[in-house]
């Protein structure tokens, strides 16, 4: 099994900046790629970003391909880090890390391990 655990949700004022954290543990090898979801109160749970373990190949959902958001890696510690810049308050969301054995998935179902969640909250 693999186990998942974010870090770093809080209260920004909008326009402001965060970093998350997502830590793997367990078994590690099973994984490839690592990605970030999140879920705003009643809205469906969404894809934010992936990061592939075998190239470093990154992935983003439109809304944040402008560059706000960036995904990082280290294979060596089994973390993944989301950068969220320039934040909106339409960005408050519960932030879910997950990973998966396959290549590259943004839909929630392809993903095998998820974390518990970090509330990000962005006032305006």
């Known amino acids: 099994q693999v186990q998942v655990v974010e870090s770093g949700g809080e209260l920004v004022q909008a326009g402001g900046s965060l970093r998350l954290s997502c830590v793997a543990s367990?078994?590690?090898?099973?994984?490839?790629?690592m990605g970030w979801f999140r879920q705003a109160p009643g809205k469906e749970r969404e894809f934010v970003a992936a990061?592939?373990?075998?190239?470093?190949?990154?992935?983003y959902a439109d809304s944040v391909k402008e560059g706000r958001f960036t995904i990082s890696r280290d294979n060596a510690e089994n973390t993944v880090y989301l950068q969220m810049n320039k934040l909106k308050p339409e960005d408050t969301a519960v932030y879910y890390c997950a990973a998966t054995i396959v290549t590259f998935a943004a839909t929630p179902s392809r993903y095998d391990y998820w974390g518990q969640g970090t509330q990000v909250t962005v006032s305006s």
């Open positions: 990061v592939s373990r075998s190239d470093s190949s990154t992935y």
């Open positions: 367990g078994r590690t090898f099973l994984i490839n790629t």
